[in-house]
């Protein structure tokens, strides 16, 4: 495992429900990233821990071999790839996002 997907798979498994963004959750740079926060807010999810991958271009890059995922925002929840804002939002929609986040917070 190369140094940036050991930095990846530290910040995924160290805590309990983490995305890696474009931006912050207070300022989303896209609009996806965007979606993924309020989405994430409407579930009612604490403790999120973010990544702004625009701040490290090893992550940008490496988070998507990680999960072998072509796109960001990605979603971990107990250390495990949920999906990108679409997949996010189809969770929700059903209520599988908000029992993922219950089972591990």
């Not at 999120?48 to 960001?72: M, S």
């Amino acid at each position: 495992m190369s140094d940036v997907q050991q930095r990846i798979d530290t910040l995924v498994k160290s805590h309990k429900v983490v995305l890696f963004m474009k931006g912050t959750a207070n300022f989303p740079q896209c609009g996806f990233s965007g979606r993924a926060i309020q989405v994430l807010k409407s579930a009612g999810v604490t403790g999120l821990h973010t990544v702004n991958v625009l701040e490290d271009e090893e992550i940008r890059q490496g988070i998507k071999d990680y999960a072998n995922w072509p796109t960001i925002p990605q979603l971990y929840i107990g250390g495990e790839f949920i999906g990108g804002s679409d997949i996010m939002m189809e969770m929700y929609q059903s209520g599988e996002l908000q029992q993922a986040l219950t089972g591990a917070q």
